[in-house]
């Protein structure tokens, strides 16, 4: 079961790069996500979004587990850095996929930090995601949850894995030409959105 939560404005926007600040929902719905991650086996994201804002991505809850939620990060060239949060607080629970086009160097110093990489080439350069789904069946991991940008919740849609989407509306409006929506993925100046989605 994979699950694609999001957090939008009511014009269906996730951020905007001028005014990117503050939290899109309230107290109350992020506290439902800590739900929702306690639900869950694993927590996806993309680099991009651990670059931006150093998150942990971790169940805070407190209640107990029948084992800890995996954390995996989609990251085409292993850019993770080794001294954010994530790395830091990683104990055999944080994946990078990544593709054979990182740094072998890299793979290994991520690896002496108790990170497991994955290596899942996929069209157009970057980590599968379709791929990751698979490899977390054969181990046994039932539900996913994908907290990420726009880019890889676009590649989510399109890859046709998700199973249910979580909308988090905050009473708010972007706007500008700039913001992003929840789905979409660049396409040379602006931005493409999946075939079939709207915002």
């Not at 500008?176 to 929506?181: C, H, R």
């Given at each position: 079961m994979?699950?694609?939560?999001?957090?939008?404005?009511?014009?269906?926007k996730?951020?905007?790069?001028?005014?990117?600040?503050?939290?899109?929902?309230?107290?109350?719905?992020?506290?439902?996500v800590?739900?929702?991650r306690?639900?869950?086996?694993a927590?996806?994201?993309?680099i991009?979004?651990?670059?931006?804002?150093?998150?942990?991505?971790?169940?805070?809850?407190e209640?107990?587990?029948?084992?800890?939620?995996?954390r995996i990060?989609?990251?085409?060239?292993?850019?993770?850095?080794?001294?954010?949060?994530?790395?830091?607080?990683?104990?055999?629970?944080?994946?990078?996929?990544?593709?054979?086009?990182?740094?072998?160097?890299?793979?290994?110093?991520?690896?002496?930090?108790?990170?497991?990489?994955?290596?899942l080439?996929?069209?157009?350069?970057?980590?599968?995601?379709?791929?990751?789904?698979?490899?977390?069946?054969?181990?046994?991991?039932?539900?996913?949850?994908?907290?990420?940008?726009?880019?890889?919740?676009?590649?989510?849609?399109?890859?046709?894995?998700?199973?249910?989407?979580?909308?988090?509306?905050?009473?708010?409006?972007?706007?500008?030409?700039?913001a992003?929506?929840?789905?979409?993925?660049?396409?040379?100046?602006?931005v493409r959105?999946?075939?079939?989605?709207?915002?």
């Amino acid at each position: 079961m994979v699950t694609l939560k999001t957090a939008i404005t009511l014009d269906g926007k996730i951020s905007a790069p001028d005014d990117n600040t503050g939290w899109i929902t309230s107290t109350r719905a992020r506290a439902h996500v800590q739900e929702l991650r306690h639900d869950h086996d694993a927590i996806l994201t993309g680099i991009g979004t651990v670059l931006a804002d150093d998150p942990m991505l971790t169940d805070r809850t407190e209640r107990p587990r029948s084992r800890p939620l995996l954390r995996i990060v989609m990251d085409s060239q292993l850019r993770l850095p080794l001294d954010g949060r994530m790395a830091r607080s990683a104990k055999d629970d944080l994946v990078v996929v990544t593709t054979s086009a990182s740094s072998s160097e890299r793979r290994k110093l991520a690896k002496e930090r108790g990170i497991e990489v994955l290596v899942l080439d996929g069209p157009g350069g970057r980590a599968d995601l379709r791929s990751v789904v698979e490899w977390l069946g054969r181990r046994r991991y039932l539900s996913l949850m994908i907290e990420a940008g726009s880019k890889l919740n676009w590649t989510a849609l399109e890859s046709d894995c998700v199973d249910r989407i979580f909308f988090y509306y905050g009473t708010k409006i972007l706007g500008g030409m700039e913001a992003l929506p929840w789905p979409a993925e660049s396409d040379g100046g602006g931005v493409r959105m999946p075939s079939g989605s709207t915002t």
